[in-house]
């Protein structure tokens, strides 16, 4: 079965870039998405179709996809910006495959 | 616009039925996926439903005990769960599919398999 794999941990200072990476075998074929989620809270998507903002998501987050990875970046961080990020894609067009989730911290 | 029920406490070995109402969009137009996260753990795909729901998809542990469902006409998706195990511990949520992604979700309603 596919697998999507992320690092468990990303630290970043305020008002740095935080780059988040989703390894899977040609994952560049495929469409990758990318949730946030607080503690408590469900998730929120943040990007789609690799790189494309759902409103109300700020434009400090950006994504790519090529190859075997794709990668959120998050410009300027902001202490809100702390939370668990999620990569997904879709497997064979019939299942969904999630990462493992990264924990961002913003210190 | 998507709020999930039904979750509880049951028995290993048991059943339960959780329902997701949709409002504020054609329910009828979208897959709709479950998704769960285990106490602490990451998400977890359950299982799809095509709009009309002559396609399901699951995940392989949940073949043969788990069953998406919807009414269209009662904007409703429906997951049966039996045969439960500890396992399955999880806060459940229902997620709109646009596209490839999930662009809505529910609140989530957890379920808790124990004796």
């Known amino acids: 079965s596919y697998e999507l794999t992320q690092p468990h941990s990303v630290s970043v200072s305020p008002g740095q870039t935080a780059s988040i990476t989703c390894s899977g075998d040609?994952?560049?074929?495929?469409?990758a998405s990318w949730y946030q989620q607080k503690p408590g809270q469900s998730p929120v998507l943040v990007i789609y179709?690799?790189?494309k903002r759902p409103s109300g998501i700020p434009e400090r987050f950006s994504g790519s996809n090529s190859g075997n990875t794709a990668t959120l970046t998050i410009s300027g961080t902001q202490a809100m910006d702390e939370a668990d990020y999620y990569c997904?894609?879709?497997?064979?067009?019939?299942?969904?495959?999630f990462g493992g989730g990264t924990k961002l911290t913003v210190l | 616009q998507l709020v999930a029920s039904g979750g509880g406490l049951v028995q290993p070995g048991g059943s339960l039925r959780l329902s997701c109402a949709a409002s504020?969009?054609?329910?009828?137009?979208?897959?709709m996926s479950w998704v769960r996260q285990a106490p602490g753990k990451g998400l977890e795909w359950v299982a799809n439903?095509?709009?009309?729901?002559?396609?399901?998809y699951y995940v392989d542990f949940v073949k043969g005990r788990f069953t998406i469902s919807r009414d269209n006409a009662k904007n409703s998706l429906y997951l049966q769960m039996n045969s439960l195990r500890a396992e399955d511990t999880a806060v459940y949520y229902c997620?709109?599919?646009?596209?490839?992604?999930?662009?809505?979700w529910g609140q989530g309603t957890l379920v808790t398999v124990s004796s």
């Open positions: 997620a709109r599919v646009n596209s490839v992604e999930y662009d809505y």
């Open positions: 504020a969009f054609t329910f009828s137009s979208y897959w």
């Open positions: 439903i095509k709009q009309d729901g002559s396609e399901k």
């Open positions: 040609k994952l560049g074929n495929k469409y």
């Open positions: 179709q690799d790189n």
């Open positions: 997904q894609a879709w497997d064979n067009n019939t299942h969904v495959v």
